[in-house]
C-alpha cells in the first residue's frame, strides 16, 4: 500500500501500543506515529466519502447512527491518500489537516488525528492555536498528544504522560486524565485566553460531579475531567496557550 505522507512528529509510537493484536485481517500500513490511535479509532463518528475517480465528491457523516450528508465548504478541499482521505480547511492564519482512515476497507473511515499549520503570518496574541504537532484521538501507551473537541467520545490518552489540547471552545470530556503519569491539559482553543489568570475569568463554576471535575466556562464551553477526584488533578498540570 502507497503512502507518501510525510510525518514529522516524534517516532516513539510503536506498533506494540495498547490494544489486543488483530489476526491479520488488518493489512493498512499505518505511520508509526498514527499506530496508537488507529487501532482503537473512536466509533462516535463515522465517514463515507464518496470517491469518484481518486476524487471526494460528498461526505455522509453517520453521528450516533444518524447519517447526514456534509456540506464541502469553498475553504476545504479533501485528498485521497491510500486508505486515508485526509482534510485541508484553510482558516485566516493557517490550515487545519484532518485525516481520516479506512483500516478495514468497508469504505467507512473515522477521523485519527488533527495538525493546526500555521501562514507565515499567523497571528500572534493567542488568536490562533500554538499546537502544531499531530494531535490523535486516542493514544496508547506512549506519551501521546490528544485532540481533545467537543462533539467526540472522551479523549483518553492511555498511560504515559499525556498532554490532552482543548481546541473547542465548547462541551468537551477528557476521559483519564492521571496527574501522577504527567499528562497535561494544555488550552489551545485560538480565543485570545494566554494565561491561567485570562482562563479564570471566563470560569464560571468549577465544582465535583462525583469523581469528575467539571470547570463551567459560560453556557457554551465546559471541561469534565472524568475521574480527577480519584487520579488527581492540579494547577499544575495546566498549561493555557490561545
Ligand atoms: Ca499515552
Ligand atoms: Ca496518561
Redesign the pocket.
Known amino acids: 500500500m502507497s503512502r507518501n505522507e510525510s510525518h514529522t512528529s516524534n517516532s516513539s509510537h510503536n506498533d506494540e501500543n495498547g490494544s489486543d493484536s488483530h489476526d491479520g485481517t488488518n493489512t493498512a500500513t499505518i505511520p508509526t506515529s498514527t499506530a496508537p490511535t488507529a487501532t482503537t479509532q473512536s466509533p462516535y463518528k463515522l465517514y463515507d466519502f464518496g470517491i469518484v475517480n481518486g476524487q471526494v465528491t460528498q461526505v455522509l457523516k453517520t453521528e450516533h447512527g444518524v447519517m447526514k450528508n456534509e456540506r464541502i465548504d469553498a475553504n476545504e478541499a479533501y485528498t485521497v491518500q491510500g486508505t486515508e482521505v485526509v482534510k485541508t480547511e484553510t482558516k485566516a492564519y493557517g490550515q487545519e489537516v484532518t485525516r481520516y482512515v479506512d483500516l478495514d476497507g468497508d469504505g467507512l473511515y473515522a477521523k485519527f488525528s488533527e495538525q493546526w499549520l500555521p501562514s507565515t503570518s499567523a497571528a500572534s496574541g493567542g488568536t490562533a492555536p500554538v499546537t502544531t504537532q499531530p494531535l490523535y484521538d486516542r493514544?496508547?501507551?506512549?506519551?501521546?498528544h490528544l485532540a481533545v473537541r467537543a462533539g467526540q467520545d472522551p479523549a483518553l490518552?492511555?498511560?504515559?504522560a499525556?498532554t490532552f489540547v482543548v481546541r473547542d471552545w465548547g462541551h468537551v470530556t477528557i476521559g483519564d486524565f492521571h496527574h501522577n503519569q504527567h499528562d497535561r491539559l494544555v488550552f489551545d482553543m485560538g480565543q485570545g485566553v494566554n494565561s491561567v489568570q485570562e482562563l479564570a475569568q471566563r470560569v464560571t463554576d468549577l465544582r465535583w460531579q462525583g469523581d469528575d471535575l467539571v470547570l463551567e466556562m459560560g453556557d457554551q464551553a465546559s471541561v469534565t475531567v472524568v475521574g480527577a477526584r480519584v487520579n488527581g488533578i492540579g494547577l499544575e498540570d495546566l498549561d493555557v496557550l490561545s
Open positions: 493514544g496508547g501507551d506512549s506519551d501521546d490518552g492511555g498511560q504515559g499525556d
